[in-house]
Nanobody, 116 residues
Framework: QVHLVESGGGLVQPGGSLTLSCAASRSWFAINTMGWYRQAPGKEREWVANINGVGSTNYAASVKGRFTISRDNAKITVYLQMNSLKPEDTSVYYC??????????WGKGTLVTVSS
């Protein structure tokens, strides 16, 4: 069983920054693709960004240039640095671990609220 624990959410003003962290319990962490998703009230969960085992990254168009995903395999942790935050970034952010054989694991989420 894999456990993912997100942290770092909170209230931030528009234009501000936050860094989310996701600590994983899985062995062989480095071979898995890690990602962040988000779900706003009344909307479906959407993909935000991911990073594979060799550090290649991908971003949704809505966050590209503002968010940066990174990982520290030694700490078994993935990060999401969020800059220039907008009210429409308000969501519960979920960490995802995707194994090479196609299994997905999810954290319980951390709330990010962007408001003045």
């Amino acid at each position: 069983q894999v456990h993912l624990v997100e942290s770092g959410g909170g209230l931030v003003q528009p234009g501000g920054s936050l860094t989310l962290s996701c600590a994983a319990s899985r062995s062989w962490f480095a071979i898995n693709t890690m990602g962040w998703y988000r779900q706003a009230p009344g909307k479906e969960r959407e993909w935000v960004a991911n990073i594979n085992g060799v550090g290649s990254t991908n971003y949704a168009a809505s966050v590209k240039g503002r968010f940066t995903i990174s990982r520290d395999n030694a700490k078994i942790t993935v990060y999401l640095q969020m800059n220039s935050l907008k009210p429409e970034d308000t969501s519960v952010y979920y960490c995802n671990l995707h194994t090479p054989d196609g299994i997905d694991y999810w954290g319980k989420g951390t709330l990010v609220t962007v408001s003045s």
